[in-house]
């Protein structure tokens, strides 16, 4: 079946494809995954998604490929002024389309709390100043989260577009998140087969707010699971959601391709 997907999160720039990214990018687009957006998670991971980014048109047959640029809240402790200087500059860099991922992670707590509560603040401040849409992480911090996206202005005009990447949280966060006019991106774990909970909450976001993903190369699918997750699997991701939405793969693939388009101000392939 010919569909176009677009895998909205994945760590094309972690050292994981270093060997064979070629092959893995060959096999997005035979999978039908057409655009991706590689996003980084500190500076030097932000400036490997914009080479890539900047990269692509030597690949003749290749996804496009799009970066977002931002530090997740395990290196909040060492984004400074400087840091933030630096990433301001990045993202005003052709290919950039969102800031991210950037969020809370209360489970590791790499970063203090508080700091990864202020520096989460300032990139929401830079994404709102420069007009991008930001890729949040959030872990075991719903509560938090949602404060800090209210008083950023989340839902209202002037106010950044968000997505919960990767989204593993609650029902009412769910709930409150789309209320707040957020989008919500699934992964793999849809597919894991105890988590009914998560398809369960898939079955109530309204289909112009559902991004698909793979968190690559985290959390791979079904039956790819315990092995390097790529590109190429959003396809299983897509299938699961057809599957519990009660819908087709292709309609699925064209609406999350829709809501994807529009969340990053993507143009379509052809």
């Not at 989008?183 to 849809?190: E, N, Y």
């Not at 793979?214 to 959390?219: E, G, K, V």
């Amino acid at each position: 079946m010919q569909i176009e997907l677009v895998d909205t999160h994945s760590h094309l720039n972690d050292e994981a494809f270093a060997g064979d990214l070629e092959e893995v990018l060959r096999r997005a687009v035979a999978a039908g995954v057409l655009q991706v957006v590689v996003p980084g998670f500190d500076l030097p991971s932000s400036r490997r998604a914009l080479a890539l980014a900047g990269g692509d048109s030597g690949r003749p047959g290749g996804p496009q490929l799009f970066a977002a640029v931002g530090v997740h809240p395990h290196d909040a402790r060492n984004f400074g002024r400087e840091e933030e200087a630096e990433l301001r500059r990045l993202a005003r860099t052709p290919g950039v389309v969102a800031i991210g991922e950037v969020g809370l992670d209360f489970h590791y707590d790499y970063s203090p709390r508080p700091t990864q509560q202020e520096v989460f603040r300032r990139q929401l401040g830079l994404a709102a100043e420069l007009g991008l849409p930001v890729i949040v992480h959030s872990r075991e911090a719903e509560e938090e989260t949602l404060a800090i996206l209210e008083a950023a202005g989340v839902g209202t005009p002037g106010g950044p577009q968000v997505v919960l990447h990767c989204f593993l949280g609650s029902r009412p966060y769910a709930e409150r998140a789309l209320a707040f006019g957020c989008w919500i991106s699934l992964a793999g774990p849809i597919t894991f087969k105890k988590l009914q909970w998560l398809r369960e909450i898939a079955t109530i976001i309204p289909p112009d707010k559902l991004l698909v993903e793979t968190d690559a190369p985290y959390l791979a699918p079904e039956p790819y699971r315990g092995r390097r997750n790529e590109p190429a699997h959003v396809r299983e991701v897509a299938a699961k959601l057809a599957e519990v939405r009660g819908l087709s793969l292709a309609e699925v693939a064209a609406s999350t391709t829709a809501a994807a388009r529009s969340f990053f101000r993507l143009s379509g392939t052809g």
